[in-house]
T-cell receptor
Framework: DADVTQTPRNRITKTGKRIMLECSQT?????MYWYRQDPGLGLQLIYY???????NKGEISDGYSVSRQAQAKFSLSLESAIPNQTALYFC?????????????FGPGTRLTVL | GESVGLHLPTLSVQEGDNSIINCAYS??????FIWYKQESGKGPQFIID?????DKRQGQRVTVLLNKTVKHLSLQIAATQPGDSAVYFC???????????FGSGTKLNVKP
C-alpha cells in the first residue's frame, strides 16, 4: 500500500547493533502500530500510538522502543539487536474516526540479525 | 489471551473453482472481524470485514460468513484465479478493548 511506506525494506545486521525501522503514512490517520510476523504465527503487536503524545506497549515490547515524531511518522528501534528478533516487521495505521478502526498495513521490513 | 486460528494451513484449488478458507475464534465478545490477504513480499491487504450483528457479507467475488454459535468465520472466493494465490488470515476485534488479534494464516495455492 503506497499510502504506508516502510524503510528499509530489507536489513541484515549483527547482534548488539542498534537498528531503526521507519514508517511514514500519507493517509492522514492518527493511529499507528508496529507488528512483527514470524513464520507460522499471527501478527504480534509490539507498540501502538493513538496520537503523537500517546505511546503504548503491545504484547511483545521487550527489546524494542518507538518514537512518534509526527502524526505521519512512527519509528521502531531495536537498541541491541539479537537473533530472535529476526522477523518481518509491519507498520499499520488506522483512523479513530473510522467506526471499525480498520488497520492498513505497509509493505513490511525483513530484518535479519546474525 | 484470545486465540484466532485456522483449520487448514494450506489449501490448493483449481483455477475457476471456489475456495473456502476457515477461521475459528475463541472470544465470544469479539464483535468485528476482518479478512486480510498477504501476497509474497507484501503487507497484509484488507479484503472484507463483517460485524457481529451480521451473518454474511458479500464483496466482489468474496463472501464472508460468520457463525457466532460455533465461533467460526469463513472466506469464500468465487471462481478462484491465479492472482488469488496468497496467505489469507483473519483478525478479530473487541471494540471496547480496541485491539486486534490475528490468526496465523492459510496459504492458498491456485493451480492453473
Amino acid at each position: 500500500d503506497a499510502d504506508v511506506t516502510q524503510t528499509p525494506r530489507n536489513r541484515i545486521t549483527k547482534t548488539g547493533k542498534r537498528i531503526m525501522l521507519e514508517c511514514s503514512q500519507t493517509k492522514g490517520h492518527d493511529r499507528m502500530y508496529w507488528y512483527r510476523q514470524d513464520p507460522g504465527l499471527g501478527l504480534q503487536l509490539i507498540y501502538y500510538s493513538f496520537d503523537v503524545k500517546d505511546i503504548n506497549k503491545g504484547e511483545i515490547s521487550d527489546g524494542y522502543s518507538v518514537s512518534r515524531q509526527a502524526q505521519a511518522k512512527f519509528s521502531l528501534s531495536l537498541e541491541s539487536a539479537i537473533p530472535n528478533q529476526t522477523a518481518l516487521y509491519f507498520c499499520a495505521t488506522s483512523d479513530s474516526r473510522d467506526t471499525e478502526d480498520t488497520q492498513y498495513f505497509g509493505p513490511g521490513t525483513r530484518l535479519t540479525v546474525l | 489471551g484470545e486465540s484466532v486460528g485456522l483449520h487448514l494451513p494450506t489449501l490448493s484449488v483449481q483455477e475457476g473453482d471456489n475456495s473456502i478458507i476457515n477461521c475459528a475464534y475463541s472470544n465470544s465478545a469479539s464483535d468485528y472481524f476482518i479478512w486480510y490477504k498477504q501476497e509474497s513480499g507484501k503487507g497484509p491487504q484488507f479484503i472484507i470485514d463483517i460485524r457481529s450483528n451480521m451473518d454474511k457479507r458479500q464483496g466482489q467475488r468474496v463472501t464472508v460468513l460468520l457463525n457466532k454459535t460455533v465461533k467460526h468465520l469463513s472466506l469464500q472466493i468465487a471462481a478462484t484465479q491465479p492472482g488469488d494465490s496468497a496467505v489469507y488470515f483473519c483478525a478479530e476485534n473487541i471494540r471496547n478493548f480496541n485491539k486486534f488479534y490475528f490468526g496465523s494464516g492459510t496459504k492458498l495455492n491456485v493451480k492453473p
